[in-house]
């Protein structure tokens, strides 16, 4: 394989606007995240922007940044659409999606997620998910439950559904999805070229659309679950965890 991964950001984040460019320790949130990504050693590394300022900010880095559409409706469309910039001749056939507002994420993860397609020829998309036995989080519509065919601890799994409700039922941990994905890319091309599905518009989880259309993704389970940056209080507690874990550590 030859993976490309891709940041996607935008300015009008609605529970905190220019949060691309929020500070945390002196340092721009997207530059954090792109170098916690040179951390994990896997392939280029890009911004999908949706404005000319993290743009800049994504090159002050040292990376290149791609100005997208800021009407493109999802993270999924940026990256595929600066993909046709970054990569007109197609040398990297594996896109990885990498959320911009994970500061603080292992870059293990980004191993990780790759090991999967690798582990799976049969899969268009892999992704990872990890265990809980909190009440709390089972309940909660904001934790996004993967339910998987024989999930393992040492092998990915083929996804069989992604939900807000707590399920699977029974004893047991629910499988927190991991909002990391990699995509081989004709499977890129072919999702974004599909309207959304009812599902997808009914959970609110474009991941559906992919399963709507026959698609395969695989998942493997890893044990930490990292913490996306939504508002002025996760700000807060990822700028603690540069405080105190220190650059360049987890």
């Given at each position: 394989m030859n993976p490309i991964t891709i940041i996607p950001a935008r300015m009008a984040a609605s529970r905190l606007p220019g949060k691309p460019l929020a500070d945390i320790e002196g340092t721009p949130m997207i530059q954090r995240v792109i170098e916690r990504a040179r951390l994990s050693g896997r392939g280029?590394?890009?911004?999908?922007?949706?404005?000319?300022e993290i743009v800049a900010a994504a090159e002050a880095a040292g990376v290149r940044a791609v100005l997208t559409d800021p009407a493109l409706p999802s993270g999924t469309d940026r990256i595929h659409a600066a993909l046709?910039?970054?990569?007109?001749?197609?040398?990297?056939?594996?896109?990885?999606?990498?959320?911009?507002d994970m500061p603080t994420f292992d870059p293990a993860l980004l191993g990780a997620v790759l090991d999967v397609l690798e582990a799976m020829p049969q899969a268009d998309i892999a992704t990872l998910v990890s265990p809980s036995d909190d009440?709390?989080?089972?309940?909660?519509?904001?934790?996004?439950?993967?339910?998987?065919?024989?999930?393992?601890?040492?092998?990915?799994?083929?996804?069989l559904y992604f939900t807000r409700a707590a399920a699977p039922a029974g004893d047991g941990p629910v499988l927190r999805h991991v909002g990391l994905y990699a995509y081989r890319r004709p499977a890129l091309a072919r999702f974004v070229a599909a309207p959304p599905s009812a599902l997808e518009l009914r959970e609110k989880l474009e991941q559906l659309r992919a399963l709507e259309l026959g698609m395969v993704i695989g998942a493997g389970v890893v044990d930490g679950f990292p913490k996306g940056v939504d508002t002025p209080e996760h700000l807060e507690a990822a700028r603690h965890w540069y405080r105190t874990a220190g650059q360049g550590t987890r």
């Amino acid at each position: 394989m030859n993976p490309i991964t891709i940041i996607p950001a935008r300015m009008a984040a609605s529970r905190l606007p220019g949060k691309p460019l929020a500070d945390i320790e002196g340092t721009p949130m997207i530059q954090r995240v792109i170098e916690r990504a040179r951390l994990s050693g896997r392939g280029t590394i890009a911004v999908a922007a949706a404005e000319p300022e993290i743009v800049a900010a994504a090159e002050a880095a040292g990376v290149r940044a791609v100005l997208t559409d800021p009407a493109l409706p999802s993270g999924t469309d940026r990256i595929h659409a600066a993909l046709a910039t970054l990569d007109p001749e197609g040398h990297h056939d594996v896109v990885v999606n990498l959320q911009g507002d994970m500061p603080t994420f292992d870059p293990a993860l980004l191993g990780a997620v790759l090991d999967v397609l690798e582990a799976m020829p049969q899969a268009d998309i892999a992704t990872l998910v990890s265990p809980s036995d909190d009440a709390a989080e089972r309940a909660d519509p904001n934790v996004v439950k993967a339910v998987l065919c024989g999930a393992g601890a040492d092998s990915p799994a083929r996804c069989l559904y992604f939900t807000r409700a707590a399920a699977p039922a029974g004893d047991g941990p629910v499988l927190r999805h991991v909002g990391l994905y990699a995509y081989r890319r004709p499977a890129l091309a072919r999702f974004v070229a599909a309207p959304p599905s009812a599902l997808e518009l009914r959970e609110k989880l474009e991941q559906l659309r992919a399963l709507e259309l026959g698609m395969v993704i695989g998942a493997g389970v890893v044990d930490g679950f990292p913490k996306g940056v939504d508002t002025p209080e996760h700000l807060e507690a990822a700028r603690h965890w540069y405080r105190t874990a220190g650059q360049g550590t987890r």
